[in-house]
């Protein structure tokens, strides 16, 4: 199989490579747009600030090619806030696969101690409704790194709750997102990926 890592300014890329390969998939890290267009599947992973990303993926013809692809596509963190319509980092269009909108957590100080912003560290999700998560149970734990969120709609495929309700995952059509790092997130995070390399 042939799996395409997007190769772009944005950091945790070598670290979805080396989850994939304790899979048995040597995916390849590229920008190359004939490369990302034959892939049996595309990955979409990504840490870092939305508007400069997206500003990027324009100038690089990267973000037409992403909405034009046909096979399945992972998109992670970062890129599952980019498939989105807008985010108010950086008050940037995104690439609009999700119709969702972005935002930023806003803490609530008399819960502080438990509602600060990033969201880090494991968190439970639930209401799943996607075959990424064929063999996961309801309330396993996954690993979480942001500030921004997507919030719930037609394509949340599940759902994890830190301040608010917000989708931990999203789904359309072949495009699939995780706001978790499933390459952080140990066995449970392992099983998630290979449902993507077996769509």
Known sequence: MNVVIIKYNAG??????NALQRLGSDAEISADHDKIKKADKVIFPGVGEAANTMAYLRQKKLDKLIISLRQPVLGICLGLQLMCSHSEEGDTKCLGIFDETVKRFSPVPE?????????????????????????ISENEYLYFVHSYFAGLGPDTAAKCDYIIPFSAALHKNNFYATQFHPEKSGTVGAVILKNFLDL
Not at 12 to 17: P, Q, Y
Not at 121 to 135: C, E, H, M, R
């Open 12 to 17: 945790n890329i070598e670290s979805v490579k």
């Open 111 to 135: 819960k502080e101690y438990i509602t600060k912003v990033p969201h880090m560290g494991w968190n439970s999700i639930f209401g799943l409704k996607s075959d990424l998560f064929s063999d």
